[in-house]
Protein backbone atom coordinates (compact mmCIF):
# COMPACT_ATOMS: atom_id res chain seq x y z
CA UNK A 1 0.00 0.00 0.00
CA UNK A 2 1.48 3.73 -0.91
CA UNK A 3 2.63 5.66 1.78
CA UNK A 4 4.14 8.99 2.63
CA UNK A 5 7.62 8.50 3.62
CA UNK A 6 9.65 11.61 5.48
CA UNK A 7 13.31 12.65 5.63
CA UNK A 8 15.12 12.85 7.74
CA UNK A 9 13.53 10.70 10.66
CA UNK A 10 15.18 12.94 13.21
CA UNK A 11 17.14 15.84 12.55
CA UNK A 12 19.25 18.31 15.28
CA UNK A 13 20.31 22.04 14.47
CA UNK A 14 21.45 25.28 16.24
CA UNK A 15 19.01 27.83 17.13
CA UNK A 16 19.27 30.03 14.34
CA UNK A 17 20.07 27.79 11.84
CA UNK A 18 17.59 26.87 8.76
CA UNK A 19 16.07 23.81 8.25
CA UNK A 20 14.45 21.58 5.69
CA UNK A 21 12.36 18.72 5.59
CA UNK A 22 10.96 16.47 3.34
CA UNK A 23 8.39 14.35 2.11
CA UNK A 24 6.85 12.25 -0.66
CA UNK A 25 3.35 12.36 -0.35
CA UNK A 26 1.47 9.40 -2.20
CA UNK A 27 1.85 9.60 -5.94
CA UNK A 28 -1.56 10.31 -7.24
CA UNK A 29 -2.67 12.60 -3.98
CA UNK A 30 -2.97 16.42 -5.12
CA UNK A 31 -3.39 18.03 -1.51
CA UNK A 32 -0.27 18.43 1.04
CA UNK A 33 -0.04 19.14 4.60
CA UNK A 34 2.25 20.01 7.36
CA UNK A 35 1.42 19.23 10.98
CA UNK A 36 3.91 19.84 14.16
CA UNK A 37 3.36 18.11 17.82
CA UNK A 38 5.22 19.52 20.43
CA UNK A 39 6.31 17.57 23.12
CA UNK A 40 3.11 16.55 25.29
CA UNK A 41 0.78 18.75 23.25
CA UNK A 42 -1.72 18.39 20.02
CA UNK A 43 -1.05 17.79 16.85
CA UNK A 44 -1.24 20.93 14.89
CA UNK A 45 -2.21 21.86 11.57
CA UNK A 46 0.33 24.03 9.77
CA UNK A 47 -0.80 24.66 6.36
CA UNK A 48 -2.09 22.76 2.91
CA UNK A 49 -0.93 23.19 -0.43
CA UNK A 50 -2.83 22.35 -3.57
CA UNK A 51 -1.63 23.28 -7.03
CA UNK A 52 1.26 24.89 -6.51
CA UNK A 53 -0.01 27.46 -3.74
CA UNK A 54 -0.77 27.40 0.03
CA UNK A 55 -4.43 27.20 0.06
CA UNK A 56 -4.64 27.21 4.32
CA UNK A 57 -2.56 28.30 6.97
CA UNK A 58 -2.77 28.51 10.53
CA UNK A 59 -1.45 30.88 12.41
CA UNK A 60 1.78 29.16 13.46
CA UNK A 61 2.81 29.86 10.27
CA UNK A 62 4.18 32.49 10.04
CA UNK A 63 7.14 34.13 7.60
CA UNK A 64 9.57 31.58 9.22
CA UNK A 65 8.22 28.56 7.41
CA UNK A 66 7.59 28.25 4.11
CA UNK A 67 6.83 24.97 1.55
CA UNK A 68 7.91 23.94 -2.09
CA UNK A 69 7.03 21.52 -4.25
CA UNK A 70 10.33 21.51 -5.97
CA UNK A 71 9.71 18.74 -8.83
CA UNK A 72 6.78 16.21 -9.24
CA UNK A 73 7.40 13.89 -6.00
CA UNK A 74 8.67 16.17 -3.02
CA UNK A 75 7.12 18.60 -0.57
CA UNK A 76 9.24 20.30 1.43
CA UNK A 77 9.01 22.65 4.46
CA UNK A 78 11.36 25.27 5.33
CA UNK A 79 12.25 26.66 8.66
CA UNK A 80 14.13 29.36 8.74
CA UNK A 81 16.12 30.85 11.96
CA UNK A 82 15.15 27.92 14.26
CA UNK A 83 13.80 28.76 17.52
CA UNK A 84 14.16 26.92 20.45
CA UNK A 85 10.20 26.66 20.64
CA UNK A 86 10.41 24.93 17.02
CA UNK A 87 11.38 21.79 18.70
CA UNK A 88 8.66 18.86 17.87
CA UNK A 89 7.46 16.40 15.56
CA UNK A 90 6.80 17.68 12.04
CA UNK A 91 4.42 15.39 10.53
CA UNK A 92 3.20 15.64 6.63
CA UNK A 93 0.42 14.38 5.34
CA UNK A 94 -1.61 14.22 1.68
CA UNK A 95 -4.57 13.34 0.26
CA UNK A 96 -5.96 12.76 -2.91
CA UNK A 97 -8.32 15.70 -3.84
CA UNK A 98 -9.73 18.34 -1.69
CA UNK A 99 -12.03 18.22 1.53
CA UNK A 100 -13.93 15.05 0.83
CA UNK A 101 -10.39 12.37 1.32
CA UNK A 102 -9.16 10.95 4.18
CA UNK A 103 -5.71 12.47 4.91
CA UNK A 104 -2.89 10.12 5.26
CA UNK A 105 0.02 10.67 7.41
CA UNK A 106 4.03 9.93 7.29
CA UNK A 107 6.05 8.90 10.00
CA UNK A 108 6.94 12.28 11.10
CA UNK A 109 10.37 14.06 11.22
CA UNK A 110 11.95 14.75 14.99
CA UNK A 111 13.47 18.37 15.19
CA UNK A 112 15.04 18.75 17.99
CA UNK A 113 16.67 23.08 18.06
CA UNK A 114 19.55 23.89 20.77
CA UNK B 1 -11.84 27.87 16.92
CA UNK B 2 -12.52 24.28 16.99
CA UNK B 3 -11.58 22.51 20.21
CA UNK B 4 -11.20 18.44 20.73
CA UNK B 5 -11.12 16.82 24.16
CA UNK B 6 -9.65 13.58 24.84
CA UNK B 7 -10.47 13.10 28.55
CA UNK B 8 -8.29 9.78 28.94
CA UNK B 9 -4.76 10.13 28.84
CA UNK B 10 -4.30 6.57 29.19
CA UNK B 11 -6.68 3.30 29.13
CA UNK B 12 -6.28 0.00 29.40
CA UNK B 13 -8.06 -3.41 27.99
CA UNK B 14 -7.54 -7.05 28.30
CA UNK B 15 -7.35 -8.88 25.35
CA UNK B 16 -10.72 -9.59 23.66
CA UNK B 17 -12.68 -7.44 25.65
CA UNK B 18 -13.82 -4.19 24.48
CA UNK B 19 -12.89 -0.66 25.85
CA UNK B 20 -14.19 2.66 24.63
CA UNK B 21 -12.31 5.96 23.97
CA UNK B 22 -14.18 9.12 24.63
CA UNK B 23 -13.91 12.07 22.47
CA UNK B 24 -15.67 15.26 22.80
CA UNK B 25 -15.44 18.46 20.52
CA UNK B 26 -16.93 21.68 20.45
CA UNK B 27 -18.16 23.64 17.09
CA UNK B 28 -20.47 26.14 16.09
CA UNK B 29 -20.86 24.14 12.66
CA UNK B 30 -23.55 21.91 11.78
CA UNK B 31 -21.19 20.07 8.40
CA UNK B 32 -17.90 18.88 9.45
CA UNK B 33 -15.87 15.44 9.43
CA UNK B 34 -14.80 13.30 12.66
CA UNK B 35 -11.96 10.78 12.48
CA UNK B 36 -10.04 8.61 14.99
CA UNK B 37 -6.35 7.79 14.23
CA UNK B 38 -4.22 5.38 15.32
CA UNK B 39 -0.37 5.96 15.90
CA UNK B 40 1.45 2.55 16.65
CA UNK B 41 4.96 3.46 19.30
CA UNK B 42 7.27 5.18 16.00
CA UNK B 43 5.34 4.76 13.50
CA UNK B 44 2.83 7.15 11.55
CA UNK B 45 -0.49 7.80 12.30
CA UNK B 46 -3.59 5.77 10.28
CA UNK B 47 -7.12 6.08 9.57
CA UNK B 48 -8.97 3.75 12.27
CA UNK B 49 -12.66 5.23 11.22
CA UNK B 50 -14.51 8.27 10.02
CA UNK B 51 -18.02 9.91 10.58
CA UNK B 52 -19.60 12.12 8.48
CA UNK B 53 -21.88 14.67 10.68
CA UNK B 54 -24.94 14.83 8.51
CA UNK B 55 -25.09 11.16 8.71
CA UNK B 56 -27.25 9.57 11.71
CA UNK B 57 -25.89 6.31 11.49
CA UNK B 58 -22.70 5.38 13.38
CA UNK B 59 -19.49 4.46 10.90
CA UNK B 60 -18.47 0.96 11.51
CA UNK B 61 -15.61 -0.34 9.93
CA UNK B 62 -15.07 -4.22 11.54
CA UNK B 63 -14.13 -4.35 15.42
CA UNK B 64 -14.10 -0.47 15.56
CA UNK B 65 -17.22 1.23 15.76
CA UNK B 66 -18.31 5.20 16.80
CA UNK B 67 -20.72 6.49 19.04
CA UNK B 68 -21.65 9.60 17.26
CA UNK B 69 -24.39 11.95 19.08
CA UNK B 70 -24.50 15.90 17.66
CA UNK B 71 -25.80 17.48 19.83
CA UNK B 72 -24.14 15.88 22.84
CA UNK B 73 -21.28 16.85 20.56
CA UNK B 74 -19.45 13.54 21.58
CA UNK B 75 -17.50 11.13 19.43
CA UNK B 76 -16.54 7.67 21.22
CA UNK B 77 -14.48 4.62 19.82
CA UNK B 78 -15.17 1.49 20.81
CA UNK B 79 -13.22 -1.27 19.75
CA UNK B 80 -13.85 -4.87 20.10
CA UNK B 81 -12.17 -7.96 21.00
CA UNK B 82 -9.35 -6.10 21.59
CA UNK B 83 -5.91 -7.55 20.04
CA UNK B 84 -2.46 -6.98 20.66
CA UNK B 85 -1.86 -5.14 17.60
CA UNK B 86 -4.64 -2.52 18.48
CA UNK B 87 -2.23 -1.03 21.61
CA UNK B 88 -1.19 2.72 20.16
CA UNK B 89 -2.20 6.30 20.76
CA UNK B 90 -4.95 7.00 19.61
CA UNK B 91 -6.75 10.71 18.43
CA UNK B 92 -9.37 12.07 17.51
CA UNK B 93 -9.86 14.77 15.15
CA UNK B 94 -12.22 17.22 13.70
CA UNK B 95 -12.68 18.72 10.33
CA UNK B 96 -15.05 21.65 9.08
CA UNK B 97 -16.42 20.72 5.57
CA UNK B 98 -15.13 23.62 3.88
CA UNK B 99 -11.41 23.25 5.29
CA UNK B 100 -8.54 20.83 5.35
CA UNK B 101 -7.83 21.95 8.54
CA UNK B 102 -7.69 19.18 11.43
CA UNK B 103 -8.13 19.55 15.32
CA UNK B 104 -6.95 17.22 17.13
CA UNK B 105 -7.28 15.85 20.86
CA UNK B 106 -4.23 14.87 23.00
CA UNK B 107 -5.02 11.47 22.36
CA UNK B 108 -5.42 8.27 24.64
CA UNK B 109 -3.02 5.76 24.93
CA UNK B 110 -4.40 2.64 25.03
CA UNK B 111 -2.70 -0.53 26.67
CA UNK B 112 -3.93 -4.49 25.54
CA UNK B 113 -3.34 -6.82 28.13
CA UNK B 114 -2.51 -10.06 27.13
Known amino acids: EPEVTQTPSHQVTQMGQEVILRCVPISNHLYFYWYRQILGQKVEFLVSFYNNEISEKSEIFDDQFSVERPDGSNFTLKIRSTKLEDSAMYFCASSESSIWETQYFGPGTRLLVL | AQTVTQSQPEMSVQEAETVTLSCTYDTSESDYYLFWYKQPPSRQMILVIR??????QNATENRFSVNFQKAAKSFSLKISDSQLGDAAMYFCAYRSANSNQFYFGTGTSLTVIP
Open chain 2, 51 to 56: QEAYKQ
